[in-house]
């Protein structure tokens, strides 16, 4: 059946002073369906069964290895304030299908990682790629992991860089397989916090936008809660998100920054507890204040508190049938600038457009022209009739989680982004329209010819209603 809420391509992205506040009374609870093997559901009908299996693995570099996020550094890290993870959550539902959400402190896993994961998944497990989420928290304070136009390594790193890719690539292949060995009757139960540190960091300036601080700007401080227990009542894994930028911290130390803070300190409340986090669409949101290890671990505490906060409060069941869908669309870039431009930026001052257009004029040499358009995968996961998980790749602004939930109703929408395919921002019309580093700066950082085309939030929008409209079908 068709998504509930009418969905029109012609409108421009929400109000800028449109934020979660202003609308959260929109959404309609939907009817809870409670999802225990051994009780039925709400209104007297048949059982809703549903199975969960979780695993953790460490996935900190043993060795010295570059850092991911910041162009600014000039040598690689220096040691580790806790460890990197990479956790997993496995559903089945009572008809047998199944579905791994994978975690990774990490600053995001680009798509050639992300197939060969999924291939990986899927040969030995039978696990459809529409089935496997791999979301990161976008943390600054881990390793590299693809080797960008912004880095420039030395060749020992690049090897480094390398062999640690391929361990990386097996303990993700590894933990997902361990989830769904892990498997057995629990019941989900679904909730939102809130915690206030994010900030939109689009700051208007007479010089126009700079990554700042903006107070008026669109937020979103939602933190949805996924609370897992055992049939017996104990807890076995926590789900929560947030939409902001997992950068306060700029070192050289190995750290998952707030999230992996806030993960630590809800494992610690929660003995025996998994702790699971899941990045926002936090494209255009910074933690305010930051730059101090103190503010993060702040930030941190902050996070798991209205965790705990949310699961101290009634939580609604959910469960039913699991669907899930993956929609690879053509995201369109604009016009590809004359080669006589792309050759003319070989001799810039600005070393970062220097090798950008190298790698564009080895592409024209190579394919005859650049490309028109990106394969962006947009993924939904559907659990019964009332809750979609919607997994976006790129770095999402927050736009897109706003309209998202106030379209499809914000207690029954849990919208993250980092997922899959972390290759470049996701900007809104509106963001794209304003410009600054969300809306086209930072393409050239990411190797990329130009800003994306002024259909991109329409496209998108359109993929994930019809990824939804498939699952309910």
């Known amino acids: 059946m068709p998504s509930k809420q009418a969905f029109s391509v012609e409108t421009d992205s929400i109000n800028p002073l449109l934020n979660r506040r202003h609308f959260v009374q929109l959404g309609a609870l939907a009817g809870a369906a409670l999802t225990a093997r051994q009780v039925l559901s709400a209104n007297g009908g048949g059982s809703q069964v549903m199975r969960v299996g979780v695993a953790k693995t460490v996935i900190t570099p043993e060795q010295s290895l ?43 896993l680009p798509k050639e990682l992300s197939d060969r994961i999924a291939e990986r998944v899927e040969k030995n497990t039978g696990l459809s790629r ?10 600054h304070s881990g390793p590299i992991v ?22 990386l690539e097996d303990k993700l292949v590894a933990v997902a397989e361990a989830a769904l060995k892990d498997l057995e009757p629990g019941k989900l ?5 809130e915690c206030g540190f994010a900030v939109n960091r689009r700051e208007y300036t007479l010089n126009g936008i700079i990554i700042g601080v903006n107070p008026i700007g669109p937020v979103d401080h ?30 050289y130390n190995f750290n998952g920054d707030y999230a992996g803070y806030a993960q630590a300190n809800l494992e610690e409340a929660l003995p025996g507890c998994v702790a699971m986090f899941v990045a926002g669409c936090a494209g255009d949101q910074n933690p305010h204040p930051r730059r101090k290890l103190e503010l993060a671990q702040q930030h941190g505490r902050s996070l798991s508190d209205s965790v705990l906060k949310a699961l101290s409060n009634p939580m609604r069941p959910i469960g039913g049938d699991l669907r899930c869908a993956y929609q690879l669309t053509d995201l369109p870039f604009s016009p590809a600038p004359p080669r006589e431009k792309i050759e003319a930026e070989l001799a810039s001052s600005d070393i970062y457009l220097q090798r950008r257009a190298k790698m564009l004029l ?8 650049l490309p028109e358009t990106y394969p962006y995968p947009v993924q939904v996961w559907s659990i019964g009739e009332d809750f979609d998980w919607i997994g976006l790749a790129g770095e999402a602004v927050v ?3 706003l309209r998202l939930k106030y379209e499809l109703g914000p207690e029954k929408t849990w919208v993250c982004s980092y997922c899959n395919d972390v290759f470049a921002y996701i900007p809104s ?20 010819h130009g800003p994306w085309a002024p259909q991109v939030e329409q496209v998108v929008l359109e993929a994930v209603h019809k990824a939804i409209d498939q699952n309910h079908s």
């Open 66 to 108: 570059w850092m991911a996020g910041y162009a600014s550094r000039d040598k690689p890290s220096e040691g580790k304030d806790h460890d990197l993870f990479a956790k997993a959550l496995a559903l089945e539902d009572a008809q047998g299908n199944r579905a791994v959400l994978v975690t990774t402190d990490l600053v995001g």
């Open 130 to 139: 529409a089935a496997l989420i791999l979301n990161s928290s976008h943390t």
């Open 146 to 167: 693809q080797v960008k136009v912004y880095y420039k390594l030395p060749e020992e790193q690049v090897t480094a860089i390398t062999e640690y890719i391929q361990t």
């Open 189 to 193: 139960e679904y909730g939102i916090g």
């Open 222 to 251: 939602d933190v949805p809660v996924l609370r897992i227990t055992k049939p017996d009542g104990s807890l076995k894994a926590v789900v929560f998100g947030y939409a902001c930028h997992n950068t306060t911290l700029n070192f």
């Open 362 to 369: 080895e592409t024209l040499d190579r394919e005859g022209k």
């Open 399 to 401: 736009d897109y989680s």
């Open 429 to 448: 019309l509106r963001v794209l329209r304003e410009g600054g580093y969300e809306g086209g700066q930072s393409m050239v950082y990411e190797g990329f």
